[in-house]
Structures are given as structure tokens and as C-alpha cells.
């Protein structure tokens, strides 16, 4: 049983910036940050790969939000910038252990959630 629990959300004005951090109780393979907006699905926003480097981004949050992972700590963390009131939703830190050839965005391949932490822009 991995625990997710995730700090750092709250309201901000558009084009502010909010950082958000997730500690794992342990290690696992894949971190990945998800989102969902209120009447929406949840959806990958930002998943760094476990071994190349390369992070998957939403198109909606290339060049704003930067991901980054501290795997001897078990953190990782969501550099939110230029913020805009579509990015309101509920942001989760999520777990998926499997030993992939690569860290995958699909939700349901993700075992373990934190409890979620509000994000805000108002329009």
C-alpha cells in the first residue's frame, strides 16, 4: 500500500503561480500528476518517465507547469506558472508500480491516489 499525500493547492489569481508536492511513502516506478475540473474526467497533466528523462505534458500546460521528481526522497513536485482559470480542478498525485517499458498517462493504470488538493483561479 503506497500513501500519496499531496501539499500546496489553493486559490491564486490568473497568472500567478502555485507550486504543488507529493510524498510517497515509498518507492514506486511511475509519479504522475493528474487533474480533474468539476463535471470533468480525471486526466494526466504532467508524468515524468521513470528512466529516460523524458515527461509527458497536457498541450493545455506545455511551457507553464514543469514537473520534477526526487526519487531518494519520494517526492515529486508541480511548478504551476502563468495559471489561467481553466486549470481550476482538483490536482492528485498518483502511484502506478508496475515496472513499465515506460510511465504510461492512462488513470486506471494508476494503483494509488493521494487525497487530492484544490486548485483555484477565478476568472
Known amino acids: 500500500q503506497v500513501v500519496l499525500v499531496e501539499s500546496g493547492g489553493g486559490s491564486v489569481q490568473a497568472g500567478g503561480s502555485l507550486t504543488l508536492s507529493c510524498t510517497a511513502s515509498?518507492?514506486?516506478?511511475?509519479l504522475g500528476w493528474f487533474r480533474q475540473a468539476p463535471g470533468g474526467e480525471r486526466e494526466a497533466v504532467a508524468v515524468?518517465?521513470?528512466?529516460?528523462?523524458?515527461?509527458y505534458y497536457d498541450d493545455s500546460v506545455k511551457g507553464r507547469f514543469t514537473v520534477s521528481r526526487d526519487t531518494a526522497k519520494n517526492t515529486l513536485s508541480l511548478q504551476m506558472n502563468s495559471l489561467k482559470p481553466e486549470d481550476t480542478a482538483v490536482y492528485y498525485c498518483?502511484?502506478?508500480?508496475?515496472?513499465?517499458?515506460?510511465?504510461?498517462?492512462?488513470?486506471?493504470?494508476?494503483?494509488?491516489w493521494g487525497q487530492g488538493t484544490q486548485v483555484t483561479v477565478p476568472l
Open positions: 498518483a502511484a502506478d508500480p508496475t515496472v513499465r517499458a515506460y510511465c504510461r498517462i492512462l488513470t486506471r493504470l494508476y494503483e494509488y
Open positions: 515509498e518507492y514506486t516506478y511511475c
Open positions: 515524468p518517465d521513470a528512466f529516460d528523462g523524458r515527461t
